[in-house]
Nanobody, 120 residues
Framework: QVQLQESGGGSVQAGGSLKLSCIVS????????MGWSRQFPGKEREFVSR???????RYAESVKGRFDISQDRSKNTLWLQMNALEPEDTAMYYC??????????????WGQGTQVSVSS
């Protein structure tokens, strides 16, 4: 079973930047992709970004142009550079490992989360 540990969250003023990191116990376990999701209080977890094994990147519309996802699988590390942060970005951010099974189904594994708070 893979383990994921996020860091880098904190409090920042609107317009500021934060860089989240995620250490994955074995990045090669994530055969489909790695990524980030976030959860607002009282809401379901939502997709933020994904980076596939070939470095193809995807972003939610709400963060496109402001956030940048990157990975170094040799270091079992995933990052999320967040720029031009807005109060609406305040949430718990979760690292995600996606593993494709032989059936085609994708299993998802999660870290414990790191809190990001943006003040106006």
């Amino acid at each position: 079973q893979v383990q994921l540990q996020e860091s880098g969250g904190g409090s920042v003023q609107a317009g500021g930047s934060l860089k989240l990191s995620c250490i994955v116990s074995e990045a090669s376990f994530c055969t489909y992709a790695m990524g980030w999701s976030r959860q607002f209080p009282g809401k379901e977890r939502e997709f933020v970004s994904r980076i596939e094994t070939d470095n193809h990147k995807r972003y939610a519309e709400s963060v496109k142009g402001r956030f940048d996802i990157s990975q170094d699988r040799s270091k079992n590390t995933l990052w999320l550079q967040m720029n031009a942060l807005e109060p609406e970005d305040t949430a718990m951010y979760y690292c995600r490992c996606e593993r494709r099974l032989w059936t085609g189904h994708i299993d998802t594994f999660w870290g414990q989360g790191t809190q990001v708070s943006v003040s106006s």
